[in-house]
């Protein structure tokens, strides 16, 4: 998933007056400044110490689960803040949001791991409050084509031969349509006992998954594993099954950027534990999917 994790001070940018941005860049995983870009922040310091920073932006690359993109970013943020805080002006009436979006990025991962900070120079001091005015920004809503799925998916064997699946158009057309934070069971999605493998019943589900994000390349999901019966995932068979479906997906040819899985072991039950019957358990051991983008 081709993430975006920003920490911003909570003034749009106008482009009416002049605002200028530099950036620098991040080793995968690190929140830490290699010598390189900590050499190349230091410059642009002793080049512009009278300017103003008005904004600062954080950004990750496709690795990792929402929320660990979300908290290393707010570390990149921390860690340029803290370095520049004292050497340059920064307004003081700033206010922090988090936000967990995705944005449009550079094919190059290593583009997308970066801080960015937006200033205005002495010169445009006077217009500071024009600059940072907020923006009314017009939504356009986008109105979803409806997709006429076929209830069969034809699978071709290794051989050549095919085989007819049998496959539910109502699941397909609910995902097709359903909001940004929504959430949708796999229903059937069943694995082999104490392990991440699928069981061969629980295929058509995947083809149904397949066939959707086939149909809706604007489709992005983010697969969330969950357990039952006990408290601690040991095995982390939680975030092993959402990565079962998501490489699934990857190996039939949907970009890995569309998708990432995550694994909350017991944590967000549906029935308290211990459950009291087999039907709370199969309700707590579940797979969903949440739509980050449609």
């Keep these: 998933m081709k993430f975006f994790a920003t920490l911003l001070f909570s003034f749009a940018v106008s482009c009416v007056f002049a605002q200028e941005q530099v950036s620098f860049f991040f080793e995968s995983n690190k929140f830490v400044l290699k010598k390189e870009e900590l050499i190349k922040l230091n410059k642009w310091l002793n080049a512009n110490n009278t300017v103003k920073v008005v904004g600062v932006h954080g950004f990750c690359d496709e690795e990792g689960s929402v929320v660990y993109n979300d908290t290393l970013a707010k ?33 190059i991962q290593a583009e997308n791991r970066k801080v960015t900070l937006y200033y205005i120079l002495p010169k445009d001091f006077a217009n500071e409050e024009k600059i940072i005015a907020p923006k009314k920004e017009v939504t356009l809503e986008k109105k979803k084509p409806k997709i006429k799925f076929s209830d069969v998916y034809v699978f071709e064997n290794p051989d050549g031969s095919t085989v007819n699946i049998k496959i539910d158009t109502i699941f397909m057309k609910k995902v097709s349509l359903a909001n940004v934070g929504e959430k949708l069971k796999l229903e059937s999605m069943n694995f082999f006992v104490d392990t991440f493998a699928i069981m061969p019943q629980s295929r058509s589900v995947m083809f149904e998954l397949l066939t959707v994000m086939q149909n809706c390349p604007d489709l992005k999901i983010q697969i969330q594993g969950h357990i039952c019966c006990v408290k601690k995932d040991i095995r982390d068979l939680s975030t092993q099954r959402a990565k079962a479906i998501c490489k699934f997906l990857e190996y039939n040819g949907i970009d890995k950027s569309r998708m990432t899985f995550i694994g909350f072991g017991s944590s967000k039950p549906l029935y308290a534990l211990p459950e009291k019957t087999e039907a709370e358990r199969e309700a707590n051991r579940r797979v969903e999917i949440e739509i980050i983008a449609n």
Aim: a positive charge; glycine letters at 4%; hydrophobic letters at 30%.
């Design 75 to 107: 570390k990149r943020i921390d860690y340029v803040f803290n370095i520049i805080k004292s050497k340059v002006k920064i307004r003081e009436d700033f206010k922090t949001r988090n936000f967990g979006e995705l944005h449009t990025s550079s094919p």
